[in-house]
């Protein structure tokens, strides 16, 4: 990986500077991912701001035209996201400066990332390779929807004043401890698990995000538990705009989204760099659900 590039870079009629995202106004940021249509408010870029590193690319008078972020999991994990060039200078080389001074401070971890189609030769050409697709499932719950309870039987409120057994479930499904994660989540998350003799083996957690709610991490060791913790997280949902991004392919987890609104509306592919990712096999705890887009 490129130990050294150029503090500013010139992009068409621009001479940008590279400059550490926590330094920026949230409201540029903001400015800069709805030009490409994501759903952030402030508040998530504050949230990711909260948890990772970035760099941003800015003219002189403080406008942002790229951005990219880092967010560390233990000592030898990190996830990259939030990687974007403003429409109007894309192609000209500012998402792969961004990228490389990104990839520099990463150093030796392994990575992972959700790639949109736009991104997917850039990672590739930095040495990614590809793991599997992320169905982004999103929708409208509909008004008055209701949950078999057959569905949910098991399922249990979980209380987020500690969160050790929930970190200690979600490091053994993604492969890295991720406690400030969970942490910062269980600020503003309602969650639940399901137990069995005693301890927990499933998961999930519903928070504030974009347009709506997003619901992830999701870990279980089924398909049919991770189907019975979405069902409960969305008891008394609708009319709520509710997203789930998932690995997951047809089965009963996706089947259920549908009948709750949540249809497929885009793809990305999960690309890692340094390391596979974990598999998701049944009767072990799996990634069901990602914790966000940027955050896997
Ligand atoms: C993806 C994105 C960040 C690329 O930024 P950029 O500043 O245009 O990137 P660069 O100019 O450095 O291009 C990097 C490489 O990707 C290629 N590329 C850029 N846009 C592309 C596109 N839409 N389709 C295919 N390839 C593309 C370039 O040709 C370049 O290859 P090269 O260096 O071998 O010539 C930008 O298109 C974007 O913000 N898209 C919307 C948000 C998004 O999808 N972000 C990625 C999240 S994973």
Known sequence: ?????PRTIRLDAYELAGQDIATVDVGRL?????G????????????????????????????????????????????????????????????????ERILAEC????????????????YVSLGF????????????????FEVDPSLTRGVEPLPLGDIYEIAALDAAAFGAPRPELLTLFAQT???????????????????PFGRGHV??????????????LVAELLKGMGGAFV?????????????FLSKAGLVQFDTVRTLTHGGALPPVTSGSPGTYGLAGHALS
């Open 215 to 228: 619901i992830g991490p999701l870990v279980a060791t089924s398909d049919e538990d991770a189907r019975a």
């Open 36 to 99: 490409v249509r994501w759903p952030h408010r402030p508040a998530d870029w504050d949230v990711l701001r909260a948890l990772g590193h970035g760099i941003v690319a800015l003219d002189e008078i403080g406008r942002v035209f790229s951005s990219g972020m880092w967010f560390p999991h233990g000592e030898s994990c990190a996830t990259i996201g939030m990687v974007i060039t403003s429409p109007r200078l894309q192609t000209h080389g500012g998402g792969r400066w961004i990228m």
């Open 107 to 122: 150093g030796t971890r392994r990575l992972l990332l959700n790639s949109t189609r736009a991104a997917y030769p850039l």
């Open 129 to 144: 390779e590809p793991q599997g697709t992320v169905y982004q499932c999103q929708g409208f719950v509909p008004e008055g």
């Open 1 to 5: 990986m490129p130990q050294t590039t």
């Open 243 to 255: 997203r789930l991004d998932t690995r997951q392919p047809a089965g009963p987890l996706r089947e």
């Open 189 to 207: 998350a309602e969650a639940c698990g399901i137990r069995r003799d005693g301890q927990l083996v499933g998961f999930a957690m519903r928070r």
């Open 30 to 34: 903001h400015e800069l991912s709805v």
